[in-house]
């Protein structure tokens, strides 16, 4: 049967094929198959922990919605003062990855956004894609949120301000955290155990995740890369691995048998490496791998020698399938300038809203120091600090939230209020003219 079916349909008609169906099918499959849980964007509230498949629905990057405000029906999401996410995105150009805010328009890449589900039954739980749904309890969405705004980096020119008129004895923050700060742990991306769905379950979850603090060299597994998980993910990745192997030794010239033996290869480590992880013996996945999918892969790239011109258009048709890798796309010197601005606007504003809705007393020194993105950086952490130190910690409601934060801003203002408005003003000043 296989022999007969291999000999009406070629190789790569098959792979272009199967690239179609996945482009056409797979998302409308999963939206009719009632286990889709997008929502639109009038839908998302500050807290939500959200989540845009990629890769043709292989696999989630998840982020946390930090502000929300109402816009017009034709809005495109593409501004973060309509919505802004904080996520971690991968490595990109020899970073090593970068916790940021984005507008939901960057971070859903022309894809539907959805929302994971916390505190579901354990049927759900088993029945539904790992990453979208949790038994866990979440906590409220402002220590959620708080957490999100604590770990970001405010834009340099923020930093350098604050630092340097801290050093003057003018600033709002004292040299001693200016500079722990500024060298705070960076954070290295990893897919398995430091990545944007761990992230997002430390914002909601805190401790529970695994992680105490984000910034640190705590390490834990996400849903997604949880044992058994992620074999399944190695195994189904190895076949594209394996091909883009062949297809870069076959445009460099190799001969089919090369190829073939170069895509077998690169699909068997590629299946180890995941086995790896679970402690599984290497050699004996990479040998099954090998030989199950040798005689397919010496098929596929024997055709592509052949038909080098068709090869390449497949594979272009392969990087175009719905959840594929973003592309970075260069900025000029203006828009990084704008970005930098936007994102310090949000994160004031987020801030900023975030406490207007705790409805607490805010003092005019911290009031005035709140026009600084790096102090409501500094402040979400500090509150963070504050709340996870309760007795039961955190506060298990907005109600306990606002108690909390209300007694902490109170111990502010208790402090110095006069030296504390003057280093407020001089810090909001400072950034105002970076």
């Not at 930090?66 to 034709?74: D, G, R, Y």
């Not at 971070?107 to 029945?127: A, H, L, N, P, T």
């Not at 076949?239 to 690169?266: D, I, L």
Request: aromatic share 4%; net charge neutral.
């Amino acid at each position: 049967m296989t022999a007969a079916l291999a000999k009406l349909v070629k190789p790569l008609d098959f792979v272009k094929g199967a690239v179609e169906v996945a482009r056409e099918s797979v998302p409308a499959a999963y939206e009719k198959s009632g286990l889709s849980q997008a929502v639109a964007k009038n839908e998302l509230r500050p807290g939500d922990h959200i989540y845009s498949w990629r890769l043709g629905h292989t696999y989630q990057h998840h982020g946390v919605v930090v502000h929300c405000s109402e816009c017009e029906e034709e809005c495109t999401h593409d501004s973060m003062h309509c919505c802004a996410i904080v996520h971690f995105r991968p490595p990109l150009d020899g970073d090593n990855g970068l916790i940021e805010i984005t507008s939901l328009a960057s971070f859903m890449e022309g894809r539907k956004v959805s929302r994971v589900k916390y505190g579901v039954q354990d049927i759900e739980f088993y029945v539904r894609r790992p990453g979208s749904v949790t038994t866990e309890r979440q906590d409220p969405w402002p220590v959620a949120t708080l957490r999100a705004l604590a770990v970001l980096r405010p834009p340099a020119p923020d930093v350098a301000a604050e630092a340097a008129a801290a050093l003057q004895g003018e600033g709002a923050i004292d040299p001693q955290q200016a500079a722990h700060w500024d060298s705070a742990e960076e954070v290295v991306y990893n897919l398995l155990s430091k990545n944007s769905e761990l992230f997002a379950r430390w914002c909601k979850l805190g401790a529970v995740s695994g992680i105490r603090h984000f910034r640190s060299g705590d390490q834990a597994r996400s849903l997604q890369t949880s044992n058994g998980r992620f074999i399944r993910l190695g195994m189904g990745l190895a076949a594209a691995t394996a091909m883009g192997a062949g297809v870069a030794a076959v445009a460099t010239g190799a001969t089919a048998a090369a190829a073939a033996g170069t895509a077998a290869t690169a699909g068997a480590e590629a299946t180890a490496s995941a086995a790896v992880t679970e402690g599984i013996a290497a050699t004996a996945v990479a040998a099954a791998a090998r030989t199950a999918g040798k005689s397919a892969i010496s098929a596929l790239l024997a055709d592509a020698v052949r038909h080098p011109k068709k090869a390449v258009e497949v594979a272009k048709r392969a990087v175009k399938v719905p959840g594929g890798f973003g592309k970075h796309k260069s900025k000029t010197l203006d828009e990084e300038a704008m970005l930098r601005r936007e994102s310090s606007e949000c994160i004031v504003s987020a801030t900023q809203k975030l406490l207007t809705y705790l409805d607490v007393r805010v003092p005019e020194p911290v009031a005035l120091a709140l026009e600084s993105p790096g102090y409501c950086c500094r402040l979400s952490a500090l509150l963070v600090d504050v709340l996870e130190a309760e007795q039961h910690p955190p506060a298990r409601s907005v109600e306990a939230c606002t108690t909390v934060v209300q007694r902490y801003l109170d111990s502010l203002q208790a402090a110095d209020p006069v030296p504390a408005a003057a280093a407020a003003a001089a810090a909001a000043a400072a950034t105002a003219g970076a």
